[in-house]
């Protein structure tokens, strides 16, 4: 167990809607990183704050946006849903925003929400 | 942009032997992190063990261990005694030091393990 908690774990739902994916990191980490998973992309970073504010943006749509509560827990939503938003969603979390080269910059991953769009 | 490959999209071992599993990187960054991690068919993201681009001496975690080599931009993971546990995707990954912390990852390998 990493210590950081995703819900749902599993989401069913319909093109054109809109979800919600939540994120506890571990205990004093700062920083959540949200990354897909989907057979075509790979592993791919979406967005990260950093203790309430966004710090960095990847390959993120615009139909997606994410925040990060004044209790460090995270949401991603994700609107307007195609087919191919179909994917693993992982939040991973870190004490610090940024590699400084202490071993505890690792991310740990959260268990992933199983997003299936139909 | 930093780039990661991972050549190899299956590789197979036999339970108690020796696997290597390959990852090149391109970068033109002088410092920066690589991480091995494991997803398991639970699908959580394991990580496995990581290495700092500073340090010459190559990374151990036990049976687990990697072969840096910063000149070739190659990172590869010896994984000896192979378990059944072992069976999983392994994926390589960057992540630069300073500016944005986001891992960078290779498209991973599948690890199967004969008994």
């Known amino acids: 167990d990493s210590g950081v908690t995703q819900t749902p774990k599993h989401l069913i739902t319909a093109t054109g809607q809109r979800v919600t994916l939540r994120c506890s990191p571990r205990?004093?980490?700062?920083?959540v990183y949200w990354y897909q998973q989907s057979l075509d992309q790979g592993l791919q970073f979406l967005i990260q704050y950093y203790n309430g504010e966004e710090r960095a943006k990847g390959n993120i749509l615009e139909r997606f946006s994410a925040q990060q509560f004044p209790d460090l827990h995270s949401e991603l939503n994700l609107s307007s849903l195609e087919l191919g938003d179909s994917a693993l969603y992982f939040c991973a979390s870190s004490p610090r925003s940024e590699g400084t080269g202490s071993a505890t910059d690792t991310q740990y991953f959260g268990p992933g929400t199983r997003l299936t769009v139909l | 942009a930093q780039t990661v490959t991972q050549s190899q999209p299956e590789m197979s071992v036999q339970e108690a032997e020796t696997v290597t599993l390959s990852c090149t990187y391109d970068t033109s960054e002088s410092d920066y992190y690589l991480f091995w991690y494991k997803q398991p068919p639970s699908r959580q993201m394991i990580l496995v063990i990581r290495q700092e681009a500073y340090k010459q001496q190559n990374a151990t975690e036990n049976r687990f261990s990697v072969n840096f080599q910063k000149a070739a931009k190659s990172f590869s993971l010896k994984i000896s005694d192979s378990q059944l546990g072992d069976a999983a995707m392994y994926f390589c990954a960057y992540r630069s030091v300073g500016s944005q912390g986001n891992l960078i990852f290779g498209k991973g390998t599948k690890l199967s393990v004969k008994p």
């Open positions: 205990s004093g980490d700062l920083s």
